[in-house]
């Protein structure tokens, strides 16, 4: 089974230019999410999606952060415009879980290491 | 809402034990545990479901004490391939008895495995 892909797998920008991230999952994972990481913290929840459908964004700044998933598989997550503190790792993940409950393992994509200059 | 990890690091010698500590101020619904080697991806390890029970992954298992809404993994005979960033991942138990839908992971706890 293939797993979740992301791409790319390094970005360098500067700060206040856009970014945009790629996630395909796992096929048939109706759930999708986004993190990001933070050098020495835990993944935090930006968004999750079930089909095309936002499930939970309310950590979504929205003020420059967006994210789309179209017909329900490919998913994109972008950066506009980009701050110093955005720089992380963007991880995808992907799931069977449905409905309201995280009852299934989440399997990650190897991320996307932003850097802002 | 963050869970609390305990120790933040430990440094093992292969074949020794260790045991990594989750605690939630709120209610849980499931803990969820997971490793991450450096610059890799977090691996899930396992799910704990609210029932107290504990379930056993090769020589790593884990508990989870619901009533304290604390959840422990156990790593026995550790080898090196066990290093890594091991994270809880805490899912909430709402008012209404039902899930706060996501996950929500703790800072994580450093393993090293020396030979």
């Known amino acids: 089974e293939a797993g979740v892909a992301q791409s790319p797998r390094y970005k360098i920008i500067e700060k206040r230019q856009s970014v945009a991230f790629w996630c395909n999952p796992i096929s048939g994972h109706a759930t999708l999410y986004w993190y990001q990481q933070i050098l020495g913290q835990g993944p935090k929840l930006l968004i999750q999606?079930?089909?095309?459908?936002?499930?939970?964004d309310s950590q979504l700044p929205k003020d420059r952060f967006s994210a789309e998933r179209l017909k329900g598989v490919d998913s994109t997550l972008k950066i506009q415009p980009a701050k110093l503190e955005d720089s992380a790792v963007y991880l995808c993940?992907?799931?069977?879980?449905?409905?309201?409950?995280?009852?299934?393992?989440?399997?990650f994509g190897d991320g996307t290491r932003l850097s802002i200059l | 809402q963050q869970p609390v990890q305990s120790p933040q690091a430990v440094i093992l010698r292969e074949g020794e034990d260790a045991v990594i500590n989750c605690s939630s101020s709120?209610?849980?619904?499931?803990v969820h545990w997971y490793r991450q080697k450096h610059g890799e991806a977090p691996v899930f390890l396992m799910i704990?479901?609210?029932?107290?029970e504990q379930k056993g992954h090769e020589k790593i298992s884990a508990s989870f004490n619901e009533k304290k809404q604390q959840s422990s993994l156990y790593l026995t005979a550790s080898q090196l391939s066990y290093s890594g960033t091991y994270f809880c991942?805490?899912?909430?138990?709402?008012?209404?008895?039902?899930?706060?839908?996501?996950?929500?992971f703790g800072k994580g706890t450093k393993l090293s495995v020396k030979p």
């Open positions: 999606f079930q089909n095309n459908g936002v499930v939970d």
């Open positions: 704990l479901l609210k029932g107290g």
């Open positions: 991942g805490t899912e909430l138990l709402m008012n209404y008895g039902g899930s706060q839908g996501n996950l929500i």
């Open positions: 993940a992907s799931s069977l879980a449905v409905g309201y409950r995280v009852d299934q393992p989440q399997h």
């Open positions: 709120k209610a849980l619904y499931s």
